[in-house]
């Protein structure tokens, strides 16, 4: 298993923070034999990305793309909207980043947020995992 981190912003993130939550998560979900890559772009990226994939034309915090074989996927972070959102929400850009990779990899467990009550859940199983992390 490894998690692969790819920064192609020049803002510093904390890598290391993203690693050990990624491999806690995979760990604790049975899929720690499989790779995981995480890249984090800015805003114009991700909204070329968003639109090319989803067709929606606009800056969004996180895709996930599930893998395959032995690849649990990919998830492309906005660092600058998880600031943004940081912000907006008055949390830690820390506790941001962290709640969105989490949403993220449930994502690649196979959630989703399509309904009020599927978030909820989501939300619910992200903040569950968050604390047992005691980050």
Do not use: C, P, W
Not at 7 to 32: C, D, G, M, P
Not at 55 to 74: A, N, P, Q, W
Not at 95 to 106: A, M, P, Q, T
């Amino acid at each position: 298993m490894s998690v692969d981190i790819l920064n192609k912003t020049r803002t510093r993130i904390n890598t290391k923070l993203v690693q050990r939550v990624s491999e806690a998560f995979l760990k604790k979900y049975k899929k720690n034999k499989l790779d995981l890559s995480i890249v984090f772009v800015g805003d114009r990226k991700i909204r070329k990305i968003n639109n090319l994939y989803r067709r929606y034309d606009k800056v969004t915090d996180i895709l996930s793309f599930e893998g395959e074989d032995d690849s649990f996927g990919e998830l492309i972070i906005d660092y600058a909207q998880i600031k943004r959102q940081a912000s907006r929400f008055g949390n830690s850009t820390k506790d941001e980043l962290i709640f969105i990779l989490v949403h993220g990899l449930f994502h690649l467990l196979g959630y989703n947020d399509e309904t009020e009550k599927e978030e909820l859940k989501m939300i619910k199983l992200g903040e569950d995992f968050i604390k047992k992390m005691k980050i």
